[in-house]
């Protein structure tokens, strides 16, 4: 897709503010810093529209982004960021839970793990959380201009085999902000589910 105009609507931190006009959303789920802004960005050509931090833990509410007027990306909190207190953590879970187990809108799910790494034990947790609801996944393995040409088959198998990757519902992809590698990809999941 070629995107020519987005809006950020609204950064909602309860359901009351979420949008009303019944387009399709799609969630981006992960860990704090893994690059759910800079996909976004990526993905839509605006350098600086999503907040991109290297201090994790900036993105703290839903942030609802409409894009061509026909669909939303939704920008989840990152999970995993330890200097965040306990009870605003427990209030972003719930407000995730929420949205991800009851919004009709949402046609599919976003889950980013970084290519580098095994997944980590929230990223199971989110993985197979969003597994049981059914939910339509893309995996996303960011930072791929990180990683050795030759690895990525390693890294691929590391990861499905830890989320316990179920091909029924979810697609794999690399995928990097810097290179722009997989943005095609992604793309083509995302129209496949509008
Ligand atoms: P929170 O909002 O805290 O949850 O973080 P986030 O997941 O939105 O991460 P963000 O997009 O802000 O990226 C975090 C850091 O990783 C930034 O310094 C980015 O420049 C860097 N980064 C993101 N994607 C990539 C990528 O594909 N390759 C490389 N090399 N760096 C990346
Ligand atoms: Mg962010």
């Known amino acids: 897709m070629e ?4 809006e950020i609507v609204m950064s909602a931190v309860s359901p009351s503010q979420y949008p ?3 387009q399709p959303e ?5 860990r704090s810093n893994v690059g759910k802004s800079s996909l976004t960005n990526t993905l839509i050509n605006r350098k600086g529209l999503a907040r991109t931090s290297s201090q994790p833990g900036k993105t703290q509410t839903l942030n609802f982004y409409h894009v061509e007027e026909t669909f939303y990306f939704v920008d989840v909190p990152g999970y995993g ?4 207190s306990k009870k605003k953590r427990e209030a972003f879970g719930q407000m995730i839970e929420t949205y991800i187990s009851t919004r009709k809108q949402l046609r599919g799910v976003i889950a980013l793990v970084d290519a580098r790494h095994a997944p980590s034990q929230e990223d199971v947790m989110m993985y197979q959380w969003l597994d049981y609801y059914n939910i339509p996944i893309l995996v996303v393995a ?8 030759g690895k990525f088959n390693q890294a691929e198998s590391i990861i499905k085999k830890a989320l316990e990757f179920n091909p029924e519902n979810s697609t794999f992809q690399f995928f990097s902000s810097q290179t ?4 095609d990809e992604v793309w083509q999941w995302i129209e496949s589910h509008m």
């Open 20 to 22: 009303t006009d019944g």
């Open 81 to 84: 960021y330890a200097k965040v």
């Open 142 to 149: 960011t930072k791929s201009d990180k990683i050795a040409r």
């Open 26 to 30: 799609f969630a981006l789920v992960g």
């Open 3 to 6: 995107v020519h105009n987005v």
């Open 180 to 183: 722009k590698a997989g943005k």
